[in-house]
């Protein structure tokens, strides 16, 4: 059995602000995430997929508000995200090279020149998946307006990307 193909585990415990005890790791598809530093009302664990020398690596949290250790829905969702990660990424991206042509997210005649180039300018992807069963791929770095300050965001309804919009500090 590959590591792909290991069901998610949990590792360790620490006391959360509401008096339970939320595992420290988990350990998804071959991928660690650790327990991130969060206000007391949520619960955040975040790695990264290894990555070219001298890249930025790419990203993967697991968030749960209130604070709770992740249920075994949410655990299936981030095996499935992180075992096709990359395939997702790949979707992201088209999605965004075809949704990003339209009026409303008004890009300049530059930006839009952009969109015909092999490669986006879209780089350094993080994956959520929250408790609700939702999941989103972040692009954290753009040259888009649209994506300062903190990048652009596709919205997943299970496989399919369904909504994308750039993230500005009115969230």
């Not at 965004?96 to 890009?107: K, N, S, V």
């Not at 993080?126 to 919205?155: C, H, K, M, N």
Request: with cysteine; net charge negative; aromatic share 8%.
């Amino acid at each position: 059995m590959s590591d792909n193909d290991e069901p998610p585990s949990v590792l360790g415990t620490e006391e959360a602000g509401t008096g339970m005890e939320l595992p420290a790791t988990l350990h998804i598809a071959g991928l660690v995430l650790r327990r991130a530093e969060s206000p007391p009302y949520l619960a955040c664990w975040s790695g990264y997929f290894p990555g070219p020398e001298g890249s930025e690596p790419a990203g993967m949290n697991v968030v749960i508000e209130p604070a709770a250790p992740p249920e075994e829905t949410t655990l299936q969702l981030a095996h499935d995200v992180v075992s096709r990660f990359h395939d997702f990424v790949a979707q992201a991206l088209e999605y965004c090279r075809t949704r990003l042509r339209e009026r409303r997210f008004d890009l300049t005649a530059k930006e839009l020149s952009w969109l015909d180039l092999p490669e986006l300018p879209l780089a350094v992807p993080e994956a959520t998946v929250w408790a609700d069963q939702t999941w989103a791929i972040r692009f954290t770095e753009s040259r888009l307006r649209l994506a300062d300050p903190y990048g652009i965001l596709v919205t997943f309804n299970g496989t399919q990307p369904v909504d994308l919009q750039g993230i500005d500090d009115e969230r």
